[in-house]
């Protein structure tokens, strides 16, 4: 809110004393052109950044030299810039800006506050649920955007998210007159192979509990230990939760013995769904990549089914694998 005013009294008084001034130069005989130029008016302007219980305030008035504050809580101030003003309890306050030039015209605006400013939370997160705690005390409505291009007007929502990711969150709480947004980045839980890095319970990678692979510091792992797998007893097996119907992308290292011929192979599948029945979203030879004992990234991508499950399965066929540092991650 802003209005201006003047004080004519003083105004005339210029214009007065300046039409006697040109009366005179006339009387002289001169051709006299009288200008009058009035200054500009001051244009009071301030913008806030609160923090809880703490408003920053910035001053950005132009063509004043007075001025005077009144923060709605019995506080005042007369500097330019004020700075930060802390409020002692919650409520909505107008804080008012009067400003003022040398000719006394007059400027103000006026900004409401919601005290005190203070961000929602999240309570609870389980897989692609999220509870959000709204903290604006003196709020009576509020707008969320979930950032998947789903809304809610509740207090507290609870959201499912269709697809695992990061999302950013708003939430627009409106006191009165008065709106703050405030916005978060949330996070859903998400797919993840448990013993990423092999050095850990290494029946984690098998169907029944059982050890099926052997740990291999050569060539040197990309990180933790090599799953090495190199006779038909061995394997590495694994069913990952997943969101339903949402890209992946499964990487590893893989590290592969090279025999000098071609025609090898190092089968790895990754099924949809629990088990090995289901359809195979992925079909590859690791052994087509023949890679002399180093390291190499190897990824692939694939698209999850309803089950909400995929299950990784890669088994020996006539060539020694090594396999470090895997994930899964989908793709946005």
Request: charged share 20%.
């Amino acid at each position: 809110m802003k209005k201006n005013t003047r004080k004519w009294l003083q105004r005339s008084t210029l214009l007065l004393m300046a039409g006697a001034m040109a009366g005179l130069f006339s009387a002289c005989g001169d051709d006299v052109t009288y200008l009058y130029k009035e200054n500009n008016s001051p244009d009071a302007q301030f913008s806030v950044e609160a923090s809880v219980y703490d408003v920053e305030i910035a001053n950005a008035t132009t063509s004043a030299t007075k001025f005077s504050w009144d923060f709605g809580d019995g506080a005042t101030s007369t500097e330019e810039a004020p700075g930060t003003h802390t409020y002692a309890s919650d409520g909505v306050y107008t804080i008012t800006l009067t400003a003022e030039d040398n000719n006394g015209l007059v400027s103000e605006q006026a900004v409401e506050v919601s005290i005190p400013y203070l961000s929602f939370n999240v309570t609870d997160v389980t897989w692609g649920t999220v509870t959000f705690n709204n903290n604006d005390v003196n709020a009576s409505s509020w707008l969320w955007d979930f950032g998947d291009g789903n809304t809610s007007t509740e207090e507290n929502p609870v959201h499912e998210y269709a697809f695992e990711g990061k999302y950013t969150v708003s939430c627009v709480a409106t006191a009165g007159s008065t709106t703050n947004t405030y916005i978060e980045e949330v996070e859903t839980e998400g797919a993840a192979f448990q013993n990423p890095l092999f050095d850990g319970d290494r029946g984690l990678w098998s169907i029944d509990g059982s050890s099926t692979y052997s740990g291999s510091g050569s060539p040197t792992p990309i990180s933790g230990t090599g799953a090495k797998y190199g006779k038909d007893t061995q394997y590495l097996y694994q069913t990952v939760k997943v969101f339903p119907n949402q890209m992946y992308r499964v990487s590893f290292y893989a590290a592969i013995d090279d025999k000098g011929i071609e025609g090898y192979s190092a089968p790895l599948a990754i099924y949809a769904g629990e088990g090995t029945t289901g359809a195979k979203l992925i079909d590859a030879n690791l052994a087509e990549e023949v890679n002399s004992n180093t390291y190499t990234a190897r990824s692939f991508d694939f698209t999850s089914d309803d089950s909400g499950f995929i299950t990784f399965h890669a088994t020996y066929g006539d060539v020694t694998v090594r396999i470090c540092t895997i994930d899964i991650s989908p793709i946005q």
